[in-house]
Each structure stands twice: as structure tokens, then as C-alpha cells.
């Protein structure tokens, strides 16, 4: 059974930052690319960023120069740190990762509020 389990949500001023964590485990072979996504209020989820396994990250324009995705293979964790916060990143952050546990499978994580007031 593998889990993503998302952490360091919250509430933040604008302009403030905040940094999220996310920690695969289970039954894990491999995993390719991890990411995170986000869901405003009233709005459909959207892509933020995305890692490949060698590190090689891609941002969405909006957060570009403001949010910086890592990871640590070892330890299957993902970090999203978010700088310079604005009220329109207010939303659920849910983190993705492709993994092989067996066979390949999209794994997501239950989410984490970041709210961010103007």
C-alpha cells in the first residue's frame, strides 16, 4: 500500500512564504516524476510544478520565480517552497507522484490548505 502524505500548509500574509512536504512510502520500486497541483476555491485543480527523477523541475507561469520544487530520492519526499505568496494562491495543494509499486500507478495525497490573506 503506498501513501503520500502532505505536510506545512496554513495561513500566511501576503508576501509571506510557506514551504510543503510530501512523503511517499509503502511498497516502493520507483518513482518518476513528482509534483504538485492545486485547487482554488469554486475551481477545477491545476498543474504548479513538476520534477523528473534526475531533478529537471517546470513551473506553471504563475508561480515562476516565486515557488521552487525539490525532492530527495532517497528519502521519497518532495518539497515545494513558496515565496512571495499572493491571495490568488489560496487553494488545496495535493502532491502527485508516478510511482512502481508492482506496476505503475498515479498516486495522489489527501491535501493541505494554504490559505494566503490580502
Known amino acids: 500500500q503506498v501513501q503520500l502524505v502532505e505536510s506545512g500548509g496554513g495561513l500566511v500574509q501576503t508576501g509571506g512564504s510557506l514551504r510543503l512536504s510530501c512523503a511517499a512510502s509503502g511498497s516502493i520500486f520507483d518513482i518518476i516524476n513528482m509534483a504538485w497541483y492545486r485547487q482554488p476555491p469554486g475551481k477545477q485543480r491545476e498543474r504548479v510544478a513538476t520534477?523528473?527523477?534526475?531533478?529537471?523541475?517546470n513551473y506553471a507561469d504563475s508561480v515562476k520565480g516565486r515557488f521552487t520544487i525539490s525532492r530527495d530520492n532517497p528519502k521519497n519526499t518532495v518539497l515545494l517552497q513558496m515565496n512571495t505568496l499572493r491571495p490568488e494562491d489560496t487553494a488545496v495543494y495535493f502532491c502527485?507522484?508516478?510511482?512502481?509499486?508492482?506496476?505503475?500507478?498515479?498516486?495522489w495525497g489527501q491535501g493541505t490548505q494554504v490559505t494566503v490573506s490580502s
Open positions: 520534477i523528473t527523477r534526475d531533478g529537471s523541475p
Open positions: 502527485y507522484a508516478r510511482i512502481r509499486s508492482g506496476t505503475w500507478s498515479d498516486y
